[in-house]
C-alpha cells in the first residue's frame, strides 16, 4: 500500500515537472514571437505614431494601418471623429480591441500582443491629453 502511495506521488511529482517544462517552453516561444514581431514592426508602428502625433482622431482614423489582419477593429471615417462623445466610444472600442490582456485571452500570437501593447499605450497617451482638453 505505501509503495503504491510513493509510486502515486512521485507519478504527480513527474507530472508537475513535465507541466512547467511545458510552460516555460511555451513562455520562451511567445516570447521569441515578440521579439520576432519588434523586429519586424517596429518602424511601421513608430511611424504611424509620429505621423499622427497624439492626435486622438488622427490615431484612430489610421489605425488599421498598423493592426494585425483579421483583427475585428473597423477604422472610422473620419466623419465619425467629429465630436468627443464619438471620440470617446470609437477610443473604448479600439482599447478593448488591442488591450494586451484581451489579445492574449483571445489567443492572439506573440506578434500581435506586441502590436497591441505598442497600440494600446500611444492611444491611452494620446487619449489623457484629449479628455484634459476636450472632455471638459
Given at each position: 500500500?505505501?509503495?503504491r502511495?510513493?509510486a502515486?506521488?512521485?507519478k504527480?511529482?513527474?507530472?508537475?515537472?513535465?507541466?512547467?517544462?511545458?510552460?516555460k517552453?511555451?513562455e520562451?516561444?511567445?516570447?521569441?514571437?515578440?521579439?520576432?514581431?519588434k523586429?519586424?514592426?517596429?518602424?511601421?508602428?513608430?511611424?504611424?505614431e509620429?505621423?499622427?502625433?497624439?492626435?486622438?482622431?488622427?490615431?484612430?482614423?489610421?489605425l488599421?494601418?498598423?493592426?494585425?489582419?483579421g483583427?475585428?477593429?473597423?477604422?472610422p471615417?473620419?466623419?465619425?471623429?467629429?465630436?468627443?462623445?464619438?471620440?470617446?466610444?470609437?477610443?473604448r472600442?479600439?482599447i478593448?480591441?488591442?488591450?494586451p490582456d484581451?489579445?492574449?485571452a483571445?489567443g492572439?500570437?506573440?506578434?500581435?500582443?506586441?502590436i497591441?501593447?505598442?497600440?494600446?499605450?500611444?492611444l491611452?497617451?494620446?487619449?489623457?491629453?484629449?479628455?484634459?482638453?476636450?472632455?471638459?
Open positions: 500500500e505505501q509503495e502511495l510513493l502515486d506521488k512521485e504527480q511529482r513527474k507530472q508537475k515537472r513535465e507541466m512547467l517544462i511545458a510552460r517552453k511555451k520562451k516561444q511567445k516570447e521569441a514571437e515578440k521579439d520576432e514581431a523586429d519586424r514592426h517596429l518602424d511601421k508602428l513608430k511611424a504611424w509620429k505621423a499622427n502625433g497624439d492626435n486622438i482622431r488622427s490615431l484612430l482614423g489610421n488599421g494601418q498598423v493592426l494585425w489582419e483583427c475585428s477593429f473597423k477604422p471615417g473620419i466623419m465619425d471623429l467629429v465630436e468627443a462623445k464619438a471620440v470617446k466610444r470609437i477610443y472600442r479600439a478593448v480591441v488591442v488591450h484581451k489579445v492574449i483571445r492572439g500570437t506573440g506578434e500581435q500582443n506586441y497591441a501593447s505598442f497600440v494600446y499605450d500611444v491611452n497617451q494620446a487619449w489623457h491629453k484629449f479628455e484634459s482638453e476636450e472632455m471638459k
